[in-house]
């Protein structure tokens, strides 16, 4: 079975450039997650949808970052402007269950420059 | 300030030895998790832990969840050099339904 599909696995910008990250999640999972890992911070949570409804978005850092889940199958992160302090991997989850296991993709690693 | 506090930070040693990484913190979680993640891939999970004094085993390694379930730790038997990797832990308090905050990480790595 495909695991979580995440595109690009890399991008690098300049600063002030729009990113969109995005996400695939496994086929009849219900919930998907969206994180960010850095050295300084570790793997913090940014926003959480259950049946493409965002449920939680209090980790989103500010108004340039947006999230939308259009569809079961598609989610797409947004950074708009873009600056050297989003650099980071971000990785996106999928759950039938968040309480029990969820499943991660291999992650973006976005550089801004 | 982190909500789960791992240690060590690093930690490199032979084939053959034993290891213990902890996973601290001063909330109650209602349920712990440890993951491991592998360069350039997301973590993938190892075990979820839910009672208070919970001893989990998977194969080499053992997974115990205080008493008090504020933490937490993973023992290896035996390492071996495909046990290295960043060890997370992640737990979820009771007023997080479904969100897992995840601590800084322990690096561990195991020469042959």
């Known amino acids: 079975d495909a695991g979580v599909i995440q595109s690009p696995r890399h991008e690098v910008t300049e600063m002030g450039q729009e990113v969109t990250l995005r996400c695939k999640p496994i086929s009849g999972h219900d919930y998907l997650f969206w994180y960010r890992q850095t050295m300084m911070r570790g793997l913090e949570l940014l926003i959480y949808?259950?049946?493409?409804?965002?449920?939680?978005d209090s980790g989103m850092p500010e108004d340039r970052f947006s999230a939308k889940m259009p569809n079961a199958s598609f989610s797409t992160l947004k950074i708009q402007p873009s600056e050297p302090r989003d650099s980071a991997v971000y990785f996106c989850?999928?759950?039938?269950?968040?309480?029990?296991?969820?499943?991660f993709g291999d992650g973006t690693r976005l550089s801004i420059l | 300030t982190q909500l789960l506090e791992q240690s060590p930070q690093f930690l490199s040693i032979q084939e053959g030895e034993n290891l213990t990484v902890y996973c601290n913190s001063s909330?109650?979680?209602?349920?712990l998790q440890w993951y491991r993640q592998e360069p350039g891939e997301g973590p993938v999970l190892l075990v979820t832990v839910v009672t208070g004094g919970e001893v989990k085993k998977l194969k080499r390694l053992t997974f115990q969840f205080g008493d008090a379930r504020k933490d937490s730790s993973l023992h290896i038997t035996a390492a071996q050099p495909g046990d290295t990797g960043l060890y997370l832990c992640?737990?979820?308090?009771?007023?997080?339904?479904?969100?897992?905050?995840f601590g800084a990480g322990t690096q561990v790595v195991v020469t042959p």
């Open positions: 949808f259950n049946n493409n409804v965002p449920i939680d």
């Open positions: 989850a999928s759950s039938w269950d968040p309480l029990r296991s969820q499943h």
């Open positions: 909330s109650v979680f209602s349920s």
């Open positions: 992640a737990g979820r308090t009771t007023d997080s339904w479904g969100k897992f905050q």
